[in-house]
Structure formats: structure tokens, C-alpha cells
């Protein structure tokens, strides 16, 4: 039975935080991000993002608390919005989107909003710093979750949508993956 919940991931940098926050609104759902708790974590550890995704390739509970609470939110909530890397994984009866962005284009945009804002426990002196650590960061997270859980969070064939955070800008993002889920729920489910 399809879910009131849309689970949103992508490369860092693609977006996921701004367009889930913003789509949970529009629908009048709940939002919560595993970024932000990833964020958290990290600051409360005392180490930046990078940092943590190389810790939790040694500590494996940093994951298993993370994906622990999605299970939890997946049974027990509907009407939400999630970003996250795994949610899709973990709630398969969820609508599930993928956005995506080339990774310089994401490391443009990190660090801008850096720049401009700061952003928890993630730093960047300059555009290819951020972009280096970017990549660092996607790879990290693929090498764990396959030897976690063996997916591959960047297989784009898992989502029901997927959307070019560049060529379309979150206003659009937005009435895109309204419009698809709105369309993916009424639906007749197929057996």
C-alpha cells in the first residue's frame, strides 16, 4: 500500500533539504531531514560532515541509530517528507526522488551558501575545496551503505522520479515533485 510520505536523496549540494522543507509545506506534511541529525551528530562529536562519514565507516552504530529512526518513521507516520540517503530503502512504499546535479554545480552552491550563511559542521575555503570534499563524502557514504545494507544510494533506477536540479531551480523542483506525487497517489497500484 502506497504511503503518504515522500522519501527525497541526491548528491549534496542538489537541493534535498530546501525542496523537501518547501514541498512538506505545500502539502501541510512533516519534515525531517537526516542531514541536519547527521549535521547534529557531527557537531556534537566535535568533527565536521567529512569527518563523520569517515568515522562511521569504522563505528557502524552512527548509521544504525540514523537508519533505526527512519524504519521507526516509516511505520508509524504518514503525511511527511524526508530527506535523507536510505529513507527510500527503508520506506519502499514511499514516493521516492532522486535529485540531480552535477557535483561541481553542488560544490558551487555549497559553497556559496557557506559563504553566505555558514552551514553546521561543514567548511570550505574555495569551490574545488568543497567539490574534493564532496566527492570524498559521496564515496564514503556509497562504500558504507553497500557494505551495510548492499545498496548503491546513487542507483537513480530506485526512484520514481528524478529531477535536474539545474536546469530546473526550487520553485520549479517544487511544482515538479508536487505534481508527480499528487499524480503517483492516485494512481491504481499495480499488483
Given amino acids: 500500500m502506497k504511503k503518504h510520505i515522500i522519501t527525497i536523496t541526491g548528491f ?3 537541493g534535498k533539504s530546501s525542496t523537501a522543507k518547501n514541498v512538506a509545506l505545500r502539502l501541510g506534511y512533516e519534515h525531517f531531514s537526516s542531514g541536519d541529525l547527521f549535521r547534529k551528530m557531527a557537531t556534537e562529536r566535535c568533527l565536521s560532515i567529512e569527518e563523520i562519514n569517515f568515522t562511521a ?3 557502524k552504530e552512527i548509521d544504525l ?3 533505526k529512526l527512519l ?3 516509516g511505520k508509524e507516520k504518514n503525511d511527511f517528507v524526508i530527506d535523507s540517503r536510505t529513507a527510500s530503502h527503508w520506506i ?3 514516493f521516492k526522488v ?5 557535483p561541481k554545480i553542488a560544490a558551487e552552491r555549497t559553497f556559496a551558501q557557506i559563504r553566505k550563511e555558514g ?3 561543514q567548511t570550505g575555503s574555495s569551490i574545488d575545496e568543497v567539490y574534493e570534499n564532496t566527492l570524498k563524502r559521496v564515496e564514503s557514504e556509497r562504500k558504507r551503505y553497500r557494505s551495510l545494507y548492499n545498496i548503491d544510494i546513487t542507483d537513480k533506477t530506485n526512484f520514481d522520479l528524478i529531477v535536474d ?3 530546473n531551480n526550487l520553485d520549479e523542483v517544487i511544482e515538479i515533485v508536487t505534481a508527480a506525487y499528487q499524480k503517483w497517489l492516485n494512481a491504481p497500484e499495480s499488483k
Avoid: A, C, I, N
Fill in 12 to 14: 549534496p549540494g542538489s
Fill in 57 to 59: 565507516e569504522k563505528q
Fill in 65 to 67: 541509530e540514523v537508519d
Fill in 71 to 73: 524504519v521507526k518513521m
Fill in 92 to 94: 519502499p512504499d514511499s
Fill in 98 to 102: 532522486f535529485l540531480d546535479l552535477d
Fill in 119 to 121: 552551514r553546521s559542521s
Fill in 165 to 167: 536540479t539545474k536546469v
